[in-house]
């Protein structure tokens, strides 16, 4: 039985897996008291045979929940940093770890189960986007604002585009907030549409299958022009993979 952690920008996923599947599972997000969630949520787990961790933030972030485990479980978690290759996955990068970790696995988790070709896209506080072979190659990528993200940063840097209600996606807007909601939304879409053709023109004999994962994939995914699916839990589903391909060292 293994604790996975996808520790993100806006909050912390994780999944207790065991033979069959995810027997927990849960989330909070970074402002909502997250050592004191966890512990409520983990105190009845079963102990895991081991903790594996993805991880974007920063260490102090790694620290508080590796102190909740070390409570908890009297386990220390593994923080799964980017390789150069693993799992069938040749990472782009010339310098590999400074790919994030959760990209890579996001791309491990689509070669392990049969998905690449593909184009990976990631709808959460940034838009990430990496294209992944048949045999595994990793292309390369581009990051951009997510769509909530670009909203904050025109709002925040304009004195009269303000918004004062709830705002919705259009294709063309006659109105402010619906506007700036509708531009945001839309260029997100714009630009995975771009991407995903672009890759199909590099490589003609290998049509990429879209696949849509973070917290904003579910809203994003009607505003795209080409077929697309969700395929949630990338990162966790990656670790999985992971896992299984690296034991745990025996105990002496």
């Not at 989330?27 to 004191?36: F, I, R």
């Not at 997510?146 to 709002?155: A, F, I, R």
């Not at 080409?226 to 896992?243: Q, T």
């Amino acid at each position: 039985m293994k604790l996975l952690l996808d520790l993100g920008n806006t909050r912390l996923k994780w999944v207790l897996a065991d033979d069959e599947g995810w027997a927990a599972r849960g989330a909070v997000g970074w402002e909502e008291g997250v050592s004191h969630v966890l512990t409520q949520s983990w105190r009845e787990l079963p102990c895991p045979d081991r903790v594996l961790g993805s991880s974007v933030v920063d260490a102090a972030r790694e620290s508080q929940i590796q102190a909740v485990i070390a409570t908890l479980f009297a386990r220390d978690a593994t923080w799964v940093r980017t390789p150069a290759q693993a799992c069938g996955v040749r990472n782009a990068y010339p310098e590999p770890h400074r790919l994030g970790v959760d990209r890579f696995l996001a791309m491990v988790a689509a070669h392990a189960e049969g998905h690449a070709p593909c184009v990976l896209a990631g709808i959460g506080t940034a838009l990430t986007l990496d294209a992944l072979t048949a045999d595994g190659r990793h292309l390369g990528g581009l990051i951009a604002p997510g769509p909530l993200l670009m909203q904050q940063s025109l709002l925040g840097a304009t004195v009269r585009v303000q918004t004062d209600h709830g705002a919705a996606i259009r294709d063309i807007a006659d109105n402010t907030p619906d506007a700036v909601a509708s531009g945001c939304w839309q260029a997100v879409a714009a630009l995975i549409e771009r991407f995903t053709r672009h890759i199909a023109t590099l490589h003609p004999d290998q049509t990429p299958r879209l696949l849509l994962d973070g917290g904003d994939a579910v809203t994003l995914l009607p505003l795209l022009k080409m077929p697309a699916e969700l395929a949630p839990d990338s990162v966790l589903r990656g670790l999985l993979v992971w896992a299984h391909a690296h034991p745990a060292p025996a105990s002496p």
